[in-house]
């Protein structure tokens, strides 16, 4: 079974900084791309950034400039840097991957999620 497992949320101050990681485990052949969501009670999933396979990336206009989508194939994991942190920032953020298994079958996998609680 392939499961997504993230990790690095936690509390910063404002103008901090956080590293999320998000490794995929299992039987995969390859990653086709890696998304990063986040969620505040009541209010809709907001897709922050976008890394392809062939790491071109996107960001919402919202993050832009301040968090940095990268990925380590070799490792499974993506990564999502986060810097000058604003308390609107405050979310759970979750990982999303288009993994490709050994039989070329196409798997749509979410991470667990992970908070982030930006907060002097």
């Known amino acids: 079974q392939v499961q997504l497992v993230e990790s690095g949320g936690g509390l910063v101050q404002p103008g901090g900084s956080l590293r999320l990681s998000c490794t995929a485990s299992g039987s995969i052949f390859s990653i086709y791309h890696m998304k990063w969501y986040r969620q505040d009670p009541g209010k809709q999933r907001e897709l922050i950034a976008t890394i392809t396979r062939t790491d071109s990336t996107n960001y919402s206009d919202s993050v832009k400039g301040r968090f940095t989508i990268f990925r380590d194939n070799a490792k499974n994991t993506g990564y999502l840097q986060m810097n000058s942190l604003k308390p609107e920032d405050t979310a759970t953020y979750y990982c999303?991957?288009?993994?490709?298994?050994?039989?070329?079958?196409?798997?749509?996998?979410w991470g667990q999620g992970t908070l982030v609680t930006v907060s002097s």
């Open positions: 999303y991957a288009l993994v490709v298994d050994p039989h070329g079958r196409y798997l749509e996998i």
